[in-house]
């Protein structure tokens, strides 16, 4: 796993995106292991054709593959909430909207942002993170996921 | 952990992902 190279392809193709999921839990403080990093991409049209240059950059694959593989397009991507390829450098999970949150526009408002390896990531808050893990609790993984949130949020909390 | 920056708990993430992809490489599948 190299979110080095994911995030630099995002940045040198000028991709409109925020950390989300394990990743952006990890950046926050959390204790997960996470083996992919989970995006919320501005799904309009200039957007989809950047980001899909940047998805040909890392040769990414539509995941799991299939006998005829299927291209990532900017209509792919402009069609579908979830997208999952699999590139070198890691697995990603491209997603339109949060549950939750909203679509790109309504959680950049509130995200943050950190710095890696030169680059500045934007990066949901840990009150996004807790929002979004409370509207998605299908495993009982996620449950897991929350608490550590929550005690993370008090430890903040209590300095 | 908190006095970590976030861009060191990312690389903590990474290292620690790939020493559980290489156990788990080295582990005998489980027979059915």
């Known amino acids: ?159 | 952990m908190l006095a970590l920056t976030p861009e060191e708990r990312v690389l903590r993430n990474v290292h620690f992902v790939a020493l559980i992809e290489e156990l788990r490489r080295g582990r005998p599948e489980p027979r059915a």
């Open chain 1, 1 to 159: 796993m190299d979110p080095g190279a994911i995030l630099r392809a995002l940045a040198e193709s000028r991709v409109e995106y925020a950390l989300v999921g394990g990743l952006a839990a990890t950046a926050q403080g959390a204790s997960l292991a996470t083996f992919d990093v989970d995006l919320c991409f501005r799904q309009e049209q200039g957007n989809c054709e950047r980001l899909a240059r940047a998805l040909a950059k890392l040769q990414a694959e539509v995941f799991p593959p299939r006998a005829e593989p299927i291209p990532i397009t900017p209509d792919l991507l402009l069609g579908h909430r979830l997208v999952h390829p699999k590139t070198p450098a890691g697995r990603l999970d491209l997603l339109a909207e949060i549950p939750g949150l909203g679509r790109y526009d309504d959680l950049m408002a509130e995200a943050e942002s950190f710095d890696f390896a030169g680059l500045t990531v934007p990066v949901l808050s840990l009150d996004q993170l807790i929002r979004a893990k409370s509207a998605l609790q299908h495993q009982p993984k996620d449950r897991e996921h929350l608490d550590q949130l929550l005690a993370l949020k008090r430890l903040r909390e209590v300095g």
